[in-house]
Nanobody
Framework: VQLQAFGGGLVQAGGSLRLSCAAS????????MGWFRQAPGKEREFVSR????????YYADSVKGRFTLSRDVAENTMYLQMNSLKPDDTAIYYC???????????????WGQGTLVTVSS
């Protein structure tokens, strides 16, 4: 499985971005998919995950109410809509796929290359 994340960029505080993660090589329809982020000088942290069916989502407290995760199972693609962005959201965002329902990075088997999100104040 190859995951490719894209959609990052530079946005002002309060703005929005939508990240996408496209899977290829094989279907990830049976996998939980998630987003993690890593800010400069900080450890990678969990952002959000979505169930295999797309029916259940879970968010870190820091993004709850601002970010919305969805997936198109048929298209093997996941989307992260990020609204009301803050400078603290600045990070490289990584998408990942796991056979487990987890918020722990080590439980994710496949990773994308990351896309940079920069939020200016």
């Amino acid at each position: 499985v190859q995951l490719q994340a894209f959609g990052g960029g530079l946005v002002q505080a309060g703005g929005s971005l939508r990240l996408s993660c496209a899977a290829s090589g094989r279907t990830v329809s049976s996998y939980v998919m998630g987003w993690f982020r890593q800010a400069p000088g900080k450890e990678r942290e969990f952002v959000s995950r979505i169930s295999a069916s797309g029916g259940a989502t879970y968010y870190a407290d820091s993004v709850k109410g601002r970010f919305t995760l969805s997936r198109d199972v048929a298209e093997n693609t996941m989307y992260l809509q990020m609204n009301s962005l803050k400078p603290d959201d600045t990070a490289i965002y990584y998408c990942a796929a796991s056979p487990y329902t987890s918020r722990t990075a080590a439980m994710y088997e496949y990773w994308g290359q990351g896309t940079l999100v920069t939020v200016s104040s």
